[in-house]
């Protein structure tokens, strides 16, 4: 959710900061990510991205109704059947929580959550994966492994049948879709795990590789060592500088002239250029990504 949510703030425009959990930690039901503005506290990826779109920060404004409807389609085939498979990989298989989940998480949050935190999502991911899929005919958890990696490859199959060679699933312009996949797919794709059936099949998709490599390079400023480039830092303080100037005029502007209020004020950050990168296994940060 973190990777998807972020991607989408780079996508939308949205002035998204990512902070550590402490011990104030204020999220319902000890759900994460987190969103907060002001006073406002807002768990789970789908209500975050329903505040940023309602304050205008809308990376679809571009769709039309039937790629609407494809969105919805696709995000419901991607909870279904990517979702389980890679809650499983991250959480519920021993080897990679052990030596990857459990360290990573418990090192971006502070004491006492890093004791408690990861335990939990640990034992939510399995219970999810057994509500929706521990019933007939599949009783024992050996069982519904096997069943839900067959569905998460069979979905990368999907994607990558859709997305063929184009730059993002509606063309040369990143949106919601995109960030949903996104989120799903890069940590897949970058962590290294000790247990890679997932990845795997994934790297044998080689435009879904380079999807994730192009929004890393293009959206998160990111080269092939895994460093931002020379001068990014002052580059993004002059834009952010640029968005609230602009939010400043665009408040002025709704006062004057309530239709206004309907036109969105942020589109999508569309690239002029976009150079495809080849996809790889070569090392970076987000080797480190958690979904």
């Not at 519904?144 to 184009?166: F, M, P």
């Not at 970058?190 to 890679?196: H, I």
């Not at 250029?273 to 296994?281: F, I, N, R």
Request: with cysteine; glycine share 4%; charged share 20%.
């Amino acid at each position: 959710p973190q990777s998807l949510l972020q991607a989408y703030a780079k996508f939308s425009g949205a002035p998204l900061t990512v902070n550590t959990l402490s011990s104030s930690w204020r999220a319902p039901k000890g759900d994460v990510p987190v969103l907060i503005s002001e006073d406002i506290v807002i768990s789970q990826p789908a209500k975050i991205l329903n505040f940023l779109r309602k304050q205008k920060y809308n990376a679809d404004y571009e769709l039309s109704a039937k790629q609407g409807a494809d969105t919805l389609a696709y995000i419901a085939l991607l909870e279904e059947k990517l979702l389980p498979a890679l809650l499983h990989t991250f959480w519920v298989e021993a080897e990679n929580y052990c030596s990857v989940t459990k360290p990573w998480f418990s090192s971006k949050i502070t004491f006492p959550l890093s004791l408690y935190l990861p335990g939990k999502m640990s034992r939510e991911a399995l219970n999810r994966i057994l509500l929706t899929r521990g019933g007939p005919p599949l009783y024992s958890l050996t069982e519904v492994e096997a069943q839900i990696y067959r569905d998460a490859k069979e979905c990368l199959n999907l994607l990558s049948k859709r997305l063929g060679t184009s730059q993002f699933f509606f063309g040369d312009t990143p949106t919601t879709l995109d960030a949903f996949v996104f989120g799903f797919l890069a940590p897949i794709y970058k962590v290294c795990f000790p247990r890679v059936q997932l990845q795997e099949h994934l790297k044998q998709l080689p435009n879904l590789c380079r999807f994730c490599d192009d929004i890393l390079t293009c959206y998160f400023r990111l080269t092939v060592s895994g460093h931002s480039p020379a001068g990014q830092d002052t580059a993004d303080a002059n834009l952010q500088k640029l968005t609230q100037l602009v939010n400043k005029e665009s408040n002025l502007i709704e006062k004057m002239d309530d239709n206004l209020r309907k036109s969105p004020q942020h589109p999508p950050r569309k690239l002029t250029t976009l150079k495809l990168a080849a996809g790889g296994e070569e090392s970076s940060p987000l080797n480190r990504l958690s979904p």
